[in-house]
């Protein structure tokens, strides 16, 4: 049951209405002075927080909130003296600093009194959004209680509601070195940032003109593709996409067979390495135009072409935007196929996985001869990339991120005299797929773990 509650709002508007109805359930209303001018306008009669305080505002009314008496209210456990004048309900509502970007927007007390009652949330209802009145004041009137698991939702709200406003202050405050300002983003109508989540923007970008959205985009991609061997390798990226990737005893060598996979696709691409490039390097890259190099330090040398060092590039989630939030998960990092596997085989499982789904790899010799993603359809993924392949898929290694679910994909293979098939178990037709394998003599090797990215 709820008997007492706590007031501090920005947007006062609507907020009588849930102080009536609390105040006709009995519950006993502070709240700090503004809010309570406007509720007793309203016909609330509340309670000024300062009667718990000792004082009204200070600091030119900085400080309403921050004090011993009201957060020993909030944080209190059954077995504290506390418990018995605890705060049942806190609603809260921040000053709105998106808006203003002004730094007296910027809530001290209202995030503090946010997170201390969410973390109490057991013993205290939080309420920092106005949709949540009728919430409140409807499971009041159905039940007269607020079930636990409703006031572990109304925590997360007011845990991810701080989470927001802090970004927002963070980005406001970040010192140049924090954020970088782009051209624009993907396209020349929309505005463009890189947003560092370290102290510093996590690489050192050397160009005659501003670095773009799309150049870290991809020379992300194409790093932690490279990143994945300890050889020597090196990949082009075209708009998130691999085009070529190799690996060889040096940087030009690789460098070489990866152009050739798709040269035409290449033009105007981003390549990166994992090792460090000599002059012999740059010189073969000098006749072809790139739009940027990744490497992993600065040559001793100077060449004329636009490149970027990553400095950090670990990240422990992988983020994607959709509807009105975000998708977390962990990066795909992991790599199940043994090492006793020739290189060919490690090299194609290794590479599939950083193209879009469905995504095919044919390699042969040490490099992709063939690459396609994005396909809604697992045997477009395969005809692509074999026709692309052509005649130099005859005896290499085809991987696929996800299972085949009928024998065709195999037959396509066998046609361009594929000699080795990697895929995922997992579909009802795994025994099948696997006999017509075995009867068109290829090598049809089933891993645990896929690779899909969207």
Same mark, same amino acid.
């Given at each position: ?216 985009? *991809?020379?992300?991609? %194409?790093?932690?593709? $490279? #990143?994945?061997?300890?050889?020597? @390798?090196? /990949?082009?990226? &075209?708009?998130? =996409? ?101 290189? *060919?085989?490690?090299? %194609?499982?290794?590479? $599939? #996985?950083?193209?879009?789904?469905? @995504?095919? /790899?044919?390699? &042969?010799?040490? =490099? ?87």
């Amino acid at each position: 049951m709820l008997k007492r509650g706590l007031f501090a709002l920005s947007d006062k508007t609507g907020s009588e209405n849930l102080a009536k109805f609390l105040l006709a359930k009995g519950v006993e209303i502070y709240a700090t002075d503004g809010t309570a001018s406007y509720l007793e306008s309203k016909g609330a009669k509340v309670k000024r927080l300062s009667l718990l305080t000792g004082f009204s505002n200070k600091c030119g009314g900085r400080v309403k909130t921050l004090n011993e008496e009201i957060f020993a209210r909030i944080l209190c456990r059954p077995e504290d003296p506390e418990f018995k004048e605890k705060f049942d309900i806190v609603v809260v509502d921040l000053y709105p600093f998106k808006k203003s970007k002004n730094v007296e927007n910027i809530d001290i007390g209202g995030v503090s009194l946010l997170r201390a009652a969410a973390k109490n949330y057991e013993h205290v209802v939080v309420v920092c959004e106005k949709e949540d009145y009728a919430f409140i004041m409807n499971s009041l009137k159905d039940n007269g209680e607020i079930s636990l698991e409703e006031r572990r939702f109304l925590a997360f709200k007011a845990f991810r509601k701080t989470m927001l406003y802090d970004f927002e202050i963070s980005f406001w405050l970040s010192p140049p070195e924090g954020v970088l300002q782009l051209r624009y983003g993907e396209n020349p109508h929309q505005r463009g940032f890189f947003y560092s989540l370290a102290d510093r923007i996590p690489f050192r970008y050397y160009g005659d003109k501003p670095i773009s959205f799309n150049n870290i985009l *991809d020379a992300y991609r %194409a790093w932690i593709l $490279v #990143k994945e061997f300890k050889d020597p @390798a090196c /990949a082009i990226i &075209k708009h998130a =996409a691999p085009c070529g990737v190799a690996v060889s005893k040096t940087p030009e060598e690789a460098f070489l067979k990866a152009f050739e996979c798709d040269s035409l696709s290449a033009y105007g691409g981003i390549v990166a390495f994992n090792t460090p490039i000599t002059e012999d390097t740059i010189a073969l890259m000098e006749k072809r135009f790139f739009d940027l190099i990744v490497i992993p330090e600065r040559p001793a040398f100077e060449f004329k072409k636009r490149f970027l060092i990553p400095e950090k590039w670990d990240v422990e989630w992988d983020l994607k935007v959709a509807f009105a939030g975000f998708l977390l998960q962990n990066p795909d990092d992991t790599f199940l196929l043994s090492e006793e596997f020739d290189r *060919d085989s490690i090299l %194609a499982f290794k590479v $599939v #996985k950083h193209l879009y789904s469905n @995504a095919i /790899a044919v390699v &042969k010799d040490g =490099a992709t001869v063939g690459l396609c993603g994005g396909q809604p359809s697992r045997i477009y993924a395969v005809r692509i990339a074999l026709e692309r392949a052509g005649e130099r898929a005859k005896g290499g290694v085809l991987a696929s991120d996800g299972f085949f679910p009928f024998p065709d994909s195999i037959e396509q293979a066998y046609q361009y005299g594929i000699k080795r098939v990697i895929a995922p178990k997992g579909s009802k037709r795994d025994e099948e797929v696997k006999k017509r394998a075995d009867e068109l003599g290829i090598e049809l090797v089933f891993v645990e773990e896929r690779h899909f990215r969207h």
